[in-house]
């Protein structure tokens, strides 16, 4: 049942959303219904995200830090906002970046806190040494130093 509402979710939420938030407000940059050559760019912000990390596996039983999270805590929620942002580009749109900006509000400041302290409370000091070494969206760096010994904490 997961393998066929996560793509129909997706799809609503990343693509029927922002596209009707664009109807409620003017859509800068186009013309005669039309993207502007500048609107089109938001194409490609809207492929990167697309092409990130959305998984739709069962939650693992072991602290996940490969693949791209090893480079961001929050590989899935970053995609989203990336193709968001791309949307809010593509369609010039007001009402969009204001969906934008309301989503990723959500989920910097509600979502994100729950899940980490669920996670810090499920895998304790291996995950907070991820956390020390990860960051949550983007940044700098850091290896993962003797994360072999952390890797596959099971709980």
């Known amino acids: 049942m997961a393998l066929i509402l996560t793509p129909v979710v997706f799809l609503l939420g990343h693509v029927a959303v922002p596209q009707e938030l664009s109807l ?29 990390s959305f998984e ?8 996940v830090v490969r693949g791209p999270y090893q480079f961001t805590r929050n590989p899935m929620y970053l995609s989203g906002m990336v193709i968001w942002l791309g949307w809010v580009i593509f369609y010039g749109s007001v009402a969009v970046l204001v ?10 400041l509600l979502v994100v ?5 669920k996670l810090e ?7 907070l040494r991820y956390k020390n070494s990860v960051p949550r969206w983007l940044g700098k760096w850091h290896p993962l130093r003797d994360h072999a010994s952390w890797l596959h904490t099971k709980k």
């Not at 407000?25 to 092409?51: D, V």
């Open 121 to 127: 409370a499920r895998f304790g000091e291996a995950y």
């Open 99 to 108: 969906g934008f900006v309301v989503i990723w509000g959500s989920v910097a």
């Open 113 to 117: 806190p729950w899940e980490e302290r």
């Open 24 to 52: 409620l407000s003017a859509r800068h940059g186009w013309a005669h219904g039309r993207p502007g050559g500048l609107n089109l760019l938001g194409l490609i912000l809207i492929g990167i995200g697309a092409g990130g």
């Open 56 to 63: 739709m596996e069962r939650t693992q039983n072991y602290l």
